[in-house]
T-cell receptor, first 114, second 112 residues
């Protein structure tokens, strides 16, 4: 089954404790992206990756890091989480270019930073 | 940076009604997406449009590039259509075409 998986699905942590949210897709998609969703602000793009070893900032990259060492994985790293990073996070992937750029979203990770 | 506006913010409809959700954006785009987010939180892509019109079952999406406007229509609405509908756009070229800017969503409730 074609899918995007994220782990963990729920996480409660404390300020300053480094964490990684994993994202993996099994569709051989070149493009992957991370978003956060907050009440009243909607979805906003954090980082995206056009292919292995190619990443770029979205609208709200501060406080986050990403890496793309393999095509299928795109982890989101919070080196020193703060309460303002409490949010619902989505990973997504799609085929690069052409007309087929429907995005496939992961199930979401609800993060609470105390 | 593109500004994406959706209307209405909230919509309540009786089962069977014809529903329209609107999306407008401020600068040129390469593609527009309609997404559906269910109460459980999962997001599903409904349509990707760069021109014209697309239909899938009871859902129809249209886009007018000159007017910078898109509409999502639901015919014969059903309570299972209750969800948040989100419009999103890709920029027109270069790095912008890889970035996605979202509207704040329209919350639809369909009452039996």
């Amino acid at each position: 089954e074609a899918q995007v998986t994220q782990n963990p699905r729920y996480l409660i942590t404390v300020t300053g404790k480094k964490l990684t949210v994993t994202c993996s897709q099994n569709m051989n998609h070149e493009y992957m992206s991370w978003y956060r969703q907050d009440p009243g602000l909607g979805l906003r793009q954090i980082y995206y990756s056009m292919n292995v070893e190619v990443t770029d900032k979205g609208d709200v990259p501060e406080g986050y890091k990403v890496s793309r060492k393999e095509k299928r994985n795109f982890p989101l790293i919070l080196e020193s989480p703060s309460p303002n990073q409490t949010s619902l996070y989505f990973c997504a992937s799609r085929i690069q270019g052409g007309g087929k750029n429907e995005q496939f979203f992961g199930p979401g990770t609800r993060l609470t930073v105390l | 940076k593109n500004e994406v506006e959706q209307s209405p913010q909230n919509l309540t409809a009786q089962e069977g009604e014809f529903i329209t959700i609107n999306c407008s954006y401020s600068v040129g785009i390469s593609a527009l997406h309609w997404l559906q987010q269910h109460p459980g939180g999962g997001i599903v892509s409904l349509f990707m449009l760069s021109s014209g019109k697309k239909k899938h079952g009871r859902l129809i999406a249209t886009i007018n590039i000159q007017e910078k406007h898109s509409s999502l229509h639901i015919t014969a609405s059903h309570p299972r259509d209750s969800a948040v509908y989100i419009c999103a756009v890709n920029g027109i070229s270069g790095a912008g075409s890889y970035q996605l800017t979202f509207g704040k969503g329209t919350k639809l409730s369909v009452i039996p």
